[in-house]
């Protein structure tokens, strides 16, 4: 009798393979979409505290505003504990501070950037990362993404100054094992993952015998336990100069 390939457990969706979300602060979003905040004026608020989140390789800064809302957002690099932020239309172009992307200047590096507004923020979330600001035409505002993808976006959208904190996160190696194990509880991967060609027969289609074998390509759409191995690639034909 077979065994139970991972993709077919982690398909059916136990306990095991949930995203521990009880050890988790809170979702790094922006307050509630007002027009009058994005479309002139601004609101002072205070960081009050930041946090560190299970799971997330960057640190949150939770901020309290002069009107008694609170709210977590993506800290970038150099907020403290205490620092005054301005979220507006007319806020100043000061690290921290949340502006519609199409009221901050050209040239400009951003994170937590909004595809559309009131969305609460999508791109450039991870440590380090960040999204520069190249051009402004009508109601719309070009931006060059981490990947260095170029992507347009509404100029209403907000985006917070800076770069997100934690970067070099990926640079400080895991030494050994058990810290693998702990990052992998905080987060909704499975560790270790073993080769199916190292199972024996009975485990995996790959497994058994000394010889390596290919196997044959399977469709998109094939079910958990007969999609493995090699699938398809990503993409096609040979990359030209210009395309991304």
């Excluded at 307050?31 to 960081?47: C, L, M």
């Excluded at 094992?177 to 027969?201: C, D, E, N, Q």
């Amino acid at each position: 009798m077979g065994k139970r390939l991972l993709v077919q457990r982690r398909g059916r969706g136990g306990s095991v393979f949930r995203s521990p979300g009880w050890k988790h602060v809170g979702s790094a979003e922006y307050r509630a979409f007002k027009k009058e905040e994005v479309y002139g004026g601004v609101i002072s608020g205070t960081v009050v505290e930041l946090l560190h989140d299970p799971g997330r390789g960057y640190p949150l800064a939770r901020i309290k505003f002069e009107d008694g809302i609170e709210m977590l957002m993506v800290a970038p690099e150099g907020l403290s504990v205490g620092q005054k932020i301005y979220y507006g239309a007319e806020a100043p172009i000061k690290v921290g501070n949340i502006l519609p992307i199409g009221k901050i200047p050209e040239g400009t590096m951003v994170c937590n950037v909004e595809i559309r507004p009131g969305d609460g923020g999508k791109l450039a979330r991870s440590s380090g990362t960040y999204v520069t600001v190249l051009a402004h035409r009508e109601n719309k505002t070009l931006i060059q993404l981490p990947s260095k993808k170029v992507k347009e976006v509404i100029s209403q959208a907000r985006a917070t100054v800076g770069i997100v904190a934690g970067g070099g996160r990926v640079e400080k190696p895991l030494l050994k094992a058990g810290k693998k194990h702990h990052l992998s509880k905080t987060r909704s991967f499975k560790y270790p993952i073993v080769r199916g060609k190292a199972m024996g027969a009975y485990a995996h289609p790959a497994g058994g015998g000394h010889h390596p074998k290919g196997l044959t390509p399977v469709p998109r759409n094939a079910p958990p336990g007969q999609k493995v191995g090699h699938i398809a690639p990503k993409r096609t034909g040979r990359k030209r100069g210009g395309q991304k």
